[in-house]
């Protein structure tokens, strides 16, 4: 499900490297891999569509990349044609974890809850989980949840790498939420995408949930520093106290400001290989270097910063 961009796009690549008969659904938007795979069109949202759609494949593995909410993952369960599958793997997200109430790193059995900074986009993905339990319990089929951090690399059209790499390239000040010590965690989409062809051939349980991530987290400040190694070039930054100026973090960053961080033994103990941050970023700024003139930055967030640059200097 999805397969057209970043996440989706990669996990396609490393498994069509290994072989793998791959089928991808999506509204048809986005056909990068011609007659490699095999592209079905289809709005998920749409019940009678997806049943046309699906009720004539029998898949061994199902990969839902792109489920938001309980509704898209209901649709897609009375699709399938269940009793031929094997794996079930559902990309989830951190966002599900209770922040407020819980310290990190957070692990799998940390409580999950209403995440403040995320609001329904964590809760629905919640919703889609516990869906994904209650039915699959009753099947087969082994279901996977992933719990990505934030996800970088080739193909990723969020102003999160590119955000970056646009102001340090045109010497634009970056602007970071307070000093820049809250921590984030990243996976490289690469790896994300081996570690599910891992899962496949892998021996797991009925339900088995993963956070997957990289071993450790960085601070903003150590974030952008391997950018500046990358690009080859020393940043202008700017601590702003947003919260003092009735300000959003996002509204001129691209990270909420928390701790955001896994504990990721579980899934190491069956897929231990992390690429070097520092490399992965080298990819990821030479796709950005190719890809640039695509890439539409978000008017408001650059009029905001101009305002607080004014202001600050």
């Keep these: 499900m999805g ?77 399938l044609n269940l009793k031929w599958i094997k794996k079930f793997i559902f990309l989830s997200s951190s966002a599900v974890y209770d922040v407020e109430n819980n310290k990190t790193p957070f692990s ?11 609001g329904d986009y964590g809760t629905n993905k919640i919703e889609a989980e516990e869906f994904y339990e209650k039915v699959f319990s009753k099947t087969n089929c082994d279901l996977i949840i992933l719990r990505p951090p934030y996800v970088y690399g080739e193909y990723n059209y969020a102003q999160r790498e590119s955000f970056i790499f646009e102001h340090l390239e045109n010497n634009r000040p ?48 150590e974030w952008i520093n391997y950018y500046e190694r990358v690009v080859g070039k020393k940043g202008k930054f700017i601590e702003y ?27 190491k103990k069956i897929y231990s290989i992390e690429t070097d941050f520092e490399k992965g970023l080298k990819n990821a700024y030479e796709w950005y270097c190719d890809n640039k003139k695509s890439i539409v930055f978000k008017e408001e967030v650059r009029r905001n910063e101009i305002e607080i640059v004014k202001k600050e200097i």
């Design 241 to 267: 106290d947003y919260k003092s100026k009735n300000i959003g973090e996002r509204d001129f960053f691209p990270f909420f400001d928390y701790d955001n961080v896994l504990n990721v033994n579980r899934i």
């Design 108 to 118: 799998e059995d940390t409580p999950l809850g209403r995440n403040k900074y995320w």
């Design 3 to 79: 397969g057209s961009y970043f996440i989706g796009r990669r996990v396609v690549e490393v498994l069509v490297e290994n072989n793998y008969e791959v089928y991808t659904l999506n509204r048809g938007t986005n056909n990068v891999f011609g007659e490699e795979v095999i592209s079905l069109k289809c709005d998920r949202n749409n019940h009678i569509e997806m049943k046309k759609a699906l009720s004539k494949y029998y898949f061994d593995v199902v990969i839902d990349v792109s489920g938001l909410n309980k509704s898209q993952s209901e649709i897609l369960y009375n699709s």
């Design 174 to 221: 970056i602007i970071i939420p307070n000093k820049g010590e809250s921590r984030l965690q990243f996976i490289y989409s690469t790896d994300l995408a081996n570690i599910i062809v891992r899962l496949i051939e892998s021996n797991t349980e009925e339900v088995c949930i993963f956070n997957v991530g990289n071993k450790e987290g960085v601070t903003i400040k």
